[in-house]
């Protein structure tokens, strides 16, 4: 799939151009062809020393020839007429340095493309003349009646690059046009200095109590020009933290004259900006070079001040990595993953035997290897089959099942060098990606599913093996033992949608264990805030429900990702990171009344609760949990919380945007959720009734208490008031009859009960 792939590269590299100005005006030239006569001085109809492929798939009948009646600024042009083949041209390698950074432009037209394209492509050389780095521009197509711009960069090589070389190419799919024309002009490369944020875990993720440093690496400057780097910090709600500007200077005497200014120590400069410890949260760095009072060029970074943590052996989130990426940093994501709270992993395992570079399978190895060392579980994704194999369904691809249903020969041997790579490190396997339907409804589900864990029974152990699926479709029953379902819509559901589906999912009988996957809201479409809230929330949800893992899905996509692509965090990494560390391996226990009703979820986990809190309206809740409460919101930072100091009680300043209150007294959070009306409702005619307060001594010790009851004015309770002893772990029951007045409406009344508890202390506790 050629033009689906160099499209890919073409994005990937787009993001990169300069940040203000024109692309010529703040580059200097390196190379150009214009393809006029002077660079055709042996009038052989082809620019001098370019060079064309040959080959299979590369037909000499293609002609390839400088057009000397139509350019794009002079009276030639390179022109290609298409005729059914593939055609490459490259031009001669030109010197460059690693020092700068390289900028492409050029132009193109074409006529009557329908299935081929034209590319373009820039290829970086060592000192051998062997390819280390190859870029590609977007493709271009159809019927043009202007040239067409494209643009790459800019293009940062490597260390032991020193040559350039382009490349003009017609393209196609399996389709193929028999007639057409494409040209080539105007194809120029200037060079731009280097500016650079040295990346690694360290600096992504960083302790609370450190001291932060951002390294920007300068090389090629220009010592007729003036530079200055500015640097910017700004947090999750772009407002301004810190900032640095400094004139790069490359003579000594300049650094006395000019004001806030550091002397360059040759060609390549790091610079390292300190500056003292943050607060939790989420922080991004941009990094500007000016040139003659110009910006040139700008670099951004981002890290989240957090608190590491140990990571936990057991619990439900995981994460989703949907395409097997060699830029992926597959060294440091066992370390990432494991400050992210989560417990599980997907990762595609099918096309890494088909990586060019040789040690790949060992890289991955030993990164499975250390994701089982955090206590996080591999799973191994096969969505990527082997381009043999795929294009055996090319017409009729509805997704991997079609490959699996077949006989275990035919899809078997794609899989030996996998299974016996991995089935020592992975347990879990997957068919097919999240976004693959085609086990839906699939007859004979079940002894497909037991025919692929057969395979894999003859190499690994207690292997288990699972499908995608859907909210639409009704969950398969009487699912095969060690299977699993992950459940994902393309159509995002709301926390409130997803409760629902869940509820319906935890009553079906027999099935396999569900996992979800969350995708979050899009970062062209949402401010932080809604993207942030609407995940903790649906984190919250399917954690509540029972769900039995809760991933989120492709977590270095550009638009719903946790992770950019070298590792850094993303908006949305804090609000799950901070979720799921809260809610790591604990047990739901329910939730109680508020005065101000917002919604609760408590949990418990070695011997605190945790309690989750949210209002769609800003409120306020006056509340007791405990001596030793901490409060944060979703982005990891501290909510200082008022105080009463005669009850105790806290002030939660409670918004839609989740709050999670961590070391809350067990004993306390379980004696709300323990305490409650027999009956709780009066019939509607006036007149008295019966009713009793239930609850249960949740103290390690036999407790003395007393109990009040406080009801709205005009009501007759009697008793009003208990004196009750009990037990470690007992319930009590006390009885009252409340009569209502004459007038009273209907509605619910806000009704509270004052607990004042004798254990190894006093504590008051006041339960709605």
């Known amino acids: 799939m050629i033009l689906s792939s160099l499209a890919t590269c073409y994005l990937a590299l787009l993001a990169g151009l300069p940040v203000e100005g024109n692309l010529v005006e703040d580059t200097l030239p390196v190379l150009s062809y214009s393809f006029e006569t002077r660079q055709d001085q042996d009038f052989d109809d082809l620019p001098d020393d370019w060079s064309r492929r040959r080959g299979p798939g590369y037909p000499e009948y293609v002609d390839v020839k400088i057009d000397r009646n139509l350019g794009h600024t002079g009276q030639q042009s390179l022109h290609i007429a298409v005729n059914g083949g593939h055609a490459t041209i490259y031009s001669p390698p030109e010197k460059i340095d690693a020092d700068h950074a390289y900028v492409f432009r050029g132009y193109v037209k074409t006529q009557r493309l329908v299935h081929d394209a034209a590319l373009i492509s820039v290829s970086f050389l060592d000192h051998k003349r062997q390819r280390v780095q190859h870029f590609v521009s977007r493709p271009v197509s159809g019927t043009h009646k202007d040239w067409v711009e494209v643009t790459l960069g800019p293009l940062t090589p490597q260390a032991n690059v020193r040559f350039i070389v382009l490349g003009c190419h017609v393209a196609h799919n399996d389709q193929k046009d028999i007639s057409g024309d494409i040209w080539f002009d105007d194809l120029w490369v200037g060079s731009l200095p280097q500016l650079d944020i040295l990346n690694n875990y360290h600096r992504h993720f960083v302790d609370h109590s450190a001291e932060i440093r951002v390294s920007s690496r300068i090389s090629g400057l220009n010592p007729d020009n003036k530079y200055r780097l500015d640097l910017e910090l700004v947090d999750n709600s772009n407002r301004h933290i810190a900032d640095s500007s400094l004139a790069l200077v490359t003579r000594p005497e300049d650094v006395k004259i000019v004001e806030n200014s550091r002397l360059l120590d040759g060609n390549n400069h790091t610079e390292v900006w300190r500056l003292q410890p943050m607060e939790y949260g989420f922080y991004e760095v941009r990094s500007k070079l000016v040139r003659d009072q110009k910006s040139i060029l700008e670099k951004k970074t981002t890290f989240a001040v957090i608190d590491l943590v140990t990571p936990r052996s057991t619990g439900e989130f995981g994460w989703t990595i949907s395409e097997e990426d060699e830029d992926l940093p597959v060294k440091e994501l066992p370390e990432i993953a494991a400050q992210a709270g989560i417990n599980w992993i997907k990762y595609p395992l099918w096309n890494v035997m088909e990586s060019a570079d040789i040690h790949r399978t060992s890289q991955v190895a030993e990164m499975l290897d250390q994701f089982s060392s955090r206590g996080i579980t591999p799973v191994g994704l096969l969505n990527h089959p082997p381009k043999k194999l795929r294009s055996q369904f090319a017409k009729d691809w509805l997704g991997v099942s079609g490959i699996f249903t077949m006989p275990s020969s035919f899809w078997s041997p794609s899989l030996e060098e996998v299974f016996a790579r991995y089935t020592s490190l992975v347990n879990y396997w997957q068919l097919g990606g999240d976004d693959d339907n085609s086990f839906i409804g699939l007859q004979n589900l079940n002894e497909t599913l037991k025919k692929v864990k057969s395979q894999l029974d003859l190499i690994g152990r207690d292997t288990h093996v699972g499908i995608h699926w859907d909210w639409k479709t009704p969950l398969p029953t009487d699912s095969m033992p060690q299977s699993f379902v992950s459940i994902n819509n393309a159509e995002r559901l709301s926390p409130v949608e997803l409760a629902r589906e869940l509820q319906n999912a935890r009553l079906s009988p027999g099935g396999s264990p569900r996992w979800v996957t969350l995708t979050p809201l899009p970062k062209d479409q949402y401010t932080a805030e809604e993207r942030g809230i609407d995940l903790a929330k649906r984190m919250v949800t399917a954690k509540y ?207 509270s009960i004052d607990f004042d508890i004798f254990a190894e202390r006093k504590y008051s506790i006041r339960v709605h």
């Open 545 to 751: 429900l029972g769900a039995d893992a809760i991933f989120a899905s492709s977590v270095f996509d550009e638009q719903f990702g946790l992770l950019n692509r070298n590792g850094s965090p993303t908006l949305l990494f804090l609000p799950w990171r901070t979720m799921a560390i809260a809610l790591q391996g604990a047990r739901y226990q329910g939730s109680f009344n508020m005065p101000n009703k917002s919604t609760n979820h408590v949990f418990m986990r070695d011997d605190e609760a945790i309690i989750v809190v949210w209002n769609e309206e800003p409120t306020e809740e006056v509340i007791y949990l405990g001596e030793d409460v901490v409060a944060t919101d979703i982005w990891g930072k501290r909510i200082s919380l008022e105080r009463d100091s005669s009850t105790r009680r806290h002030t939660l300043p409670v918004t839609s945007s989740p709050m999670i209150l961590r070391k809350c007294n067990q004993q306390i959070a379980n004696w709300r959720l323990a305490a409650q009306f027999e009956i709780g409702k009066s019939r509607s005619e006036y007149g008295g009734h019966a009713d009793a307060v239930l609850g249960k001594n949740t103290f390690m010790q036999s407790v003395r208490g007393k109990a009040v009851l406080n009801v709205p004015r005009g009501w007759e309770v009697e008793p009003q008031e208990w004196v009750f002893d009990t037990g470690a772990g007992e319930k009590f029951r006390l009885e009252t009859f409340m009569t209502l007045p004459s007038n009273a409406s209907l509605g619910r009344k806000d009704v």
